[in-house]
Every structure is written in C-alpha cells, then in structure tokens.
C-alpha cells in the first residue's frame, strides 16, 4: 500500500532524513558479526567445506565473501531458488534478498530462509543439492554445515 501510494518517494521541504543516512549506512557496515562459540563447529571439516562452498557448490556465485551477500543487486527470482514465489510476490520486484551468511549459528532457531521452511542448516544444504542437481556426496554436504555454522 504504502509502496503503490509512492510514499517511498515522498520528501518533506526540509528534508531531515537524507542527510543522516551516509553516516548510518557507514555504522551498519562497520558492525561486526557475532563469532562462533568456542567448541561449536568442527574447524577441519570447516576447511574443507570452505572448498565445497567456492567449489562444488556453487554458493559464492550468490554468497560472495566476505559479506555473504551480493556487492549490488542482490535480489533472485523464486525459479532461481527452486521455491515458491508467495512471499516474493508480495514486494514490488517479487523477488527474494541474497542473505547474509555471517552469525547464522547465532538465529539458528526457527528456521532459514524468509518463512524459516528448513529447519537446520543441513535442510538448506540437501535442499540446494538436491534442487539445484550439485550431485554433493553426504561428507560434502556435512562438510558445508559445519563451514556455515564458522561464519
Ligand atoms: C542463485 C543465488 C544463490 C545461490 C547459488 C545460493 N544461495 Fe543461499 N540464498 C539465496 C537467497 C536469495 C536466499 C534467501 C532465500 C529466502 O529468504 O527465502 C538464500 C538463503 C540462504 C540461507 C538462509 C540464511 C538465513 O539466514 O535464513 C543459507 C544458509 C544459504 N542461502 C546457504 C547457501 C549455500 C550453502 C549455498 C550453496 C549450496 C547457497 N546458499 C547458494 C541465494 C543463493
């Protein structure tokens, strides 16, 4: 509604707001991500799931570090991402955010993905595999968990 009636683009005479931005956006990139527990991931099985994420996997084509996300725009149709499009549909480009990768250990309860559909970091990786045919084999798979779970 509020997109359709072009608030988005309304500006007051004395325009308050853009000014400050520069300075916010400066802060939001400056803040750091929460690190991984001690003990929480596997660190050798995380080396080598770094490789499967570059490699195999094809993540970083999407993912690219070190934000995770993609310098630009970074936005995807559902058909990219073997989904529905229901949420997508309701924002005016109806299409999904490349999400940021990093503290993911830290909101691991309810789920990935806008509507939380995969329970576990592993359901994101099989779902990956197995609709985007990568043809990972169950060690890579693991592999990859415990990389997502470093970030
Ligand atoms: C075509 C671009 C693209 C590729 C390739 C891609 N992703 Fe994603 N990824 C996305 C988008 C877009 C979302 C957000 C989807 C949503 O919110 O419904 C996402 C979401 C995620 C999430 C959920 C994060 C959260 O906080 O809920 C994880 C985890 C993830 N991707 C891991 C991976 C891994 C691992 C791979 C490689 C196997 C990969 N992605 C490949 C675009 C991509």
Redesign the pocket.
Known sequence: MAAQAGFGNARSTTDLISPKLPALHFYQLALLAPKPPDGSFDAAAAARGQVV?NGA???S???VPPTFTEPGW???AAD??K?DSF?ADRAPDKK????P?RG?WA?AKG????????AT?SD??SH??AD?A?GLTGAQKSD?VEY?KSL
């Open positions: 994420f996997a094809k993540c084509v999407c993912h970074n936005m995807h990219e991402l989904i949420q999904y955010r490349t999400t990768l993911l909101h789920g990935f993905y806008h509507d939380g559909r995969y970091l994101v990786a990956y595999d985007m990568l990859l997502l």
